[in-house]
């Protein structure tokens, strides 16, 4: 093999799992250390510089960092990141003096239509450097479907208002209750570049099925009637619900469904319960609310009687794979089941729609009908509109439209400043050695064995009085201690010299979880299979040493590496060294220009 | 420094014949100097013992004084362990098998503990044919006092501070063949593949084995001039054979060429497989292995795997004939038979 390349950011940000997964790059390690010194104002402000939201995040986020957590490879549960977020989030003092000066106007007008988290994000990045930025919404206020899509009882608005009005104080001239029906309008406007982050605002519904017509009365989309409970349009449902579809919206659905009058409120859903779009906390939280999910039932009709619904009746399916994986639901040919109801909340996806944007503008749009979009430049074939969020794509999560509202900013940017949008500035990282004597870190390399804390809950008759009442309550900050102590630091790379390596064979010793090999070249294939443990993660890297005096190689499997540093305590020349590997993901603005 | 070893495993451990991973077979975390070669001789030991699924409960370590003496603490943790007095090991060991002998007894000693203070008890297990792996981590140098030369250190060789020694060295594997050893080994602590197998091999022999390993001491002897320096061991290693032991319970599937290669079967069915490198040396020929040694010493090369195997071994207790069951285990039942018995021990006599 050939030895590992070291140029770059590239191998050890791989390296550091949880923020390799994460869309917007946050440095979760190093904003755990923070939270374990107690230091968590400048933990927030690192995730407010990457992610934007960390309060808002702290609780609603989907979380791709923690199943990607090394910490659940080598014991049951990964390390509570989202929560701990949150508590930084909790416990941070005054940061009006940390947020970024706003730069003198720099004479560029940029229009962003939506207030989402996308947007919002194009917002930060470009106002401070002198940006003028007209928003216009069609809610009454910011924060797009992170308002009217979140209850209150998961997202408190008041944590919502603070970390949007963060962005909106620098200046942001909003245009509110404002639905835009025409881009055509929009581009006559002087505007320098147009920002579309309008999200993915369209429920599906169910137009073919029978009685939906006659039961209309009581068959609501389900976003739209989240939104609607959001700006207090809706405070009642009836006593027997049905919420149809397995993912977070239906979760969301059904939980604000027990809090305005559902007493008997029940999740049907097409598909397997383990195939549930839904994520499992989502689930659980559900359940926890007695709320029984239905699984394997597909929707046959509303049942209508004197113009009012009664129920809806279910056909029972089962699902079968074929050799492709690919699923198919069968029915089992059991009777059709009858469940009484008094509302259907619909929740079984959305979509984008675009009514809105004239096809003679020189936006190309794609078999789907939908805007073509760079995914670098999210770009569109009109060089001035740029799509972002789930407006681009299809609807994602919090934490991708925000990673996609840095990368817009910085093709505006470079849009407005007359340069190539595919230039794109590189990331910033820097790797520093953290040998502080001996045998003594600059971390905390002690390995705990605490298994992953719970979130304790508000007492369950309280929150489901009222639906403005939050659920979690939160790690306190002695449990916020304890949880970060968890992380395994992954940032701490384990950092190799050949030229210093004398083959004394200590570090293959010492390792706890086997993950050092001095072996006899070959080919990735059969050198997986010779290690001290064989390497079966193939998503995880191999550290490849250049050829050694005993013309062997070292090699390190990334997969289980705790980062304890044992290796390079028990290293006698230091060819092992523990050193700290920041990485910052690339934003308007943070780089040097050329 | 970190005290403790997490307490976090490979996901994938392999376990033994007992459902055990090597974790069961781990001591708390080494305090020796970082880079140490005892450290490797222990984890060799250690990984010994898992593969052949000895448990750990049936394993005595029994030690001297330094640097090597301390390793015990670091492998084998829920054995028994015995840190003896300097250079007595062997003497503590023979009561401690003489009273049980259902353990498998692994000492360990170094060169201090073996070839200086300890040689008279080392010369007298040997000759007693003692059932015990006797593992010498042989740096060359009194590495817990800073290093002075050792018994074992090679004329000619440099310290670090610069003085070269003038003694002539003791060679432990040349005198135990002298004493009548029935398995003699040398090995390299920066040399597993070659160590495990033969610390197998020790294990399973019935009789005394010693395993003489140069183990460099990072701290006080890996200088430029030093004859048990990594560069230097590495640089002038010589292997008698390549050697593989293939349990008892284990089939032979590996193939090997014809030969060069030479089986030898232990007294308990197990099979060592030699690749033979070493010309005019057979492995059951106590002379050739004396005349190989002196060879190479000659040659300035340091000659290493299985020297000497006498496969006819008969360990101390059937020597001696003591009964099969371990003697701390016999009641006084058995101890005093009863005054019928005495009389009829003294009818034979007379």
Redesign the interface.
Same mark, same amino acid.
């Given at each position: 093999m050939k030895p590992t390349n070291l140029q770059g950011p590239d191998y050890y940000h791989k390296v550091v799992d949880c923020q390799y997964a994460c869309p917007a790059h946050t440095p979760v390690p190093e904003y755990i250390r923070l939270i374990a010194e107690q230091r968590y104002t400048e933990a927030y402000m690192i995730n407010w510089e990457s992610n934007v939201f960390p309060g808002v995040l702290g609780r609603v986020c989907d979380r791709p960092c923690e199943p990607a957590c090394r910490r659940g490879? $080598?014991?049951e549960e990964p390390v509570a990141i989202c929560r701990l977020k949150r508590v930084a989030a909790d416990n941070k003092g005054d940061i009006q003096a940390l947020l970024p000066a706003v730069a003198k106007k720099n004479g560029k007008k940029i229009v962003l239509i939506g207030a989402g988290p996308a947007s919002l994000t194009v917002a930060r990045d470009l106002l401070p450097l002198g940006y003028s930025i007209d928003i216009y919404d069609d809610q009454s206020a910011a924060g797009g479907m992170m308002r009217s899509q979140i209850p209150d009882f998961r997202l408190p608005e008041v944590v919502l208002n603070e970390e949007v009005n963060y962005i909106l104080n620098m200046g942001a001239v909003t245009h509110f209750n404002s639905y835009v029906s025409s881009l055509q309008e929009v581009l006559d406007k002087p505007y320098d570049a147009v920002f579309i982050g309008t999200g993915a605002p369209k429920g599906r519904d169910l137009p073919a099925l029978p009685g939906r017509q006659d039961g209309n009365e009581n068959i609501h989309v389900g976003i739209d009637w989240l939104s609607s409970v959001a700006f207090e349009h809706t405070s009642r449902i009836g006593k027997r619900v049905i919420v149809l579809g397995g993912g977070n919206t239906a979760m969301d659905c059904c939980r604000t469904a027990r809090r305005l009058g559902g007493d008997d409120v029940k999740v049907v859903v097409r598909s397997p319960f383990a195939d549930m779009k839904a994520s499992p906390w989502e689930k659980e939280d559900a359940m926890h609310e007695d709320i029984p999910i239905h699984d394997n039932h597909v929707p046959k009709e509303f049942v209508v009687e004197d113009g009012k619904l009664k129920g809806m009746i279910f056909e029972k399916v089962e699902a079968v794979y074929d050799k492709a994986g690919k699923r198919s639901l069968l029915p089992t040919g059991e009777d059709p089941v009858f469940m009484e109801c008094d509302d259907v909340l619909v929740a079984i996806g959305q979509e984008n729609t675009f009514p809105w944007i004239e096809r003679d503008l020189g936006i190309d749009f794609n078999k789907w009908d939908m805007p073509a979009v760079d995914e670098q430049t999210f770009q569109t074939s009109l060089p001035r509109v740029f799509i972002g969020g789930d407006a681009a794509f299809g609807p994602e999560n919090v934490i991708t439209a925000v990673a996609q509202g840095h990368q817009v900013a910085i093709s505006i940017d470079q849009f407005c400043r007359g340069e190539k949008v595919t230039e794109r500035p590189a990331p910033n990282f820097e790797i520093a050695s953290q040998k502080m004597g001996?045998?003594?870190w600059l971390y905390g390399?002690? $390995?705990v064995?605490s298994q992953r804390f719970i979130v304790p809950l508000v007492d369950k008759k309280k929150a489901l009085k009222n639906h403005k009442v939050e659920v979690e309550l939160g790690f306190d900050i002695a449990t916020g201690l304890k949880e970060a102590e968890r992380c395994l630091n992954c940032d701490m790379q384990t950092v190799f010299s050949t030229s210093l390596c004398?083959?004394?064979?200590?570090c $293959?010793?010492?390792c #706890?979880?086997?993950?050092i090999t001095f072996a006899e070249d070959g080919e990735e294939k059969d050198l997986r299979t010779r290690l001290s443990? #064989?390497a079966?993660n193939q998503t995880q890297d191999l550290l490849v040493s250049k050829t050694l #005096?005993?013309k062997r190689l070292m090699i390190k499997d990334e997969n289980?590496c705790?980062h304890?540093?044992?290796c390079a305590?028990?290293?006698?020349?230091a060819a092992w060294d523990m050193q700290k590997f920041f990485y910052s993901e690339s934003q308007v603005g943070r780089t040097c220009k050329k | 420094?970190?005290y403790?070893?997490?307490?976090?495993?490979?996901?994938?451990?392999p376990s033994n014949d007992l459902g055990y991973t090597k974790k069961d077979y781990e001591g708390v975390?080494?305090t020796l100097?970082?880079?140490?070669?005892h450290?490797?001789i222990?984890?060799a030991i250690l990984q010994s013992c898992f593969e052949m699924s000895i448990e750990p409960h049936k394993i005595a370590k029994i030690s001297g004084i330094g640097c090597s003496s301390k390793t015990p603490t670091y492998f084998l943790g829920n054995s028994h362990g015995f840190n003896s007095v300097h250079g007595r090991m062997p003497s503590v060991a023979t009561g401690a098998n003489l009273a049980n002998r259902e353990l498998t007894y692994i000492g360990v000693s170094g060169d201090g503990d073996t070839a200086s203070i300890g040689m008279g008890q080392f010369a007298h297990v040997v000759r007693r044919n003692l059932n015990m792996v006797y593992i010498v981590m042989n740096n060359g140098c009194y590495g817990l006092t800073k290093g002075q030369d050792s018994a074992t250190a090679d004329i000619g060789s440099k310290s670090k501070a610069g003085s070269v020694n003038i003694y002539e060295p003791i060679d432990l594997a040349s005198l135990a063949l002298e004493l009548g050893a029935s398995f003699v080994g040398r090995s390299f602590?920066?040399d597993?593949h070659q160590l495990i197998p033969l610390i197998k091999a020790a294990i399973s022999h019935p009789g005394f084995a010693l395993i003489d390993v140069v183990s460099?001491c990072?701290?006080f002897n890996?200088n430029a001039g030093s004859t048990k320096a990594?560069?230097y061991v590495?640089d002038h290693l010589d292997a008698t054979s390549t050697v593989d032991f293939v349990p008892m319970k284990k089939e032979i599937v590996t193939s090997y060429q014809d030969g060069s290669s030479k089986e030898v079967t232990m007294h308990d069915g197990s099979v060592i497989h030699l690749q033979k490198l070493a010309e005019g040396w057979d492995p059951l020929d106590r002379e050739s292995a004396l005349n190989a040694l002196h060879t190479a010493r000659n040659k300035g090369e340091i000659l290493t795997g299985l020297l000497y195997m006498d496969a006819e071994s008969q360990g101390l207790h059937d020597m001696i004939e003591t009964v099969n069951k371990p003697l701390n285990s016999l009641a006084e039942k058995e101890l005093c038979p009863g005054n019928q018995a005495l009389q009829n021990i003294n009818e034979s006599f007379r």
């Open positions: 490879r $080598v014991e001996m045998h003594e390399n002690d $390995v064995d004398i083959e004394c064979d200590a $293959v010793d010492i #706890p979880t086997d993950c443990a #064989p079966t #005096p005993t289980v705790l304890c540093g044992l305590e028990r290293c006698p020349t | 420094m970190s403790i070893k997490p307490s976090f495993r490979h996901p994938d451990l975390l080494s100097c970082a880079g140490c070669g450290d490797s222990s984890s602590s920066g597993k460099p990072v701290t890996n990594y560069d590495r």
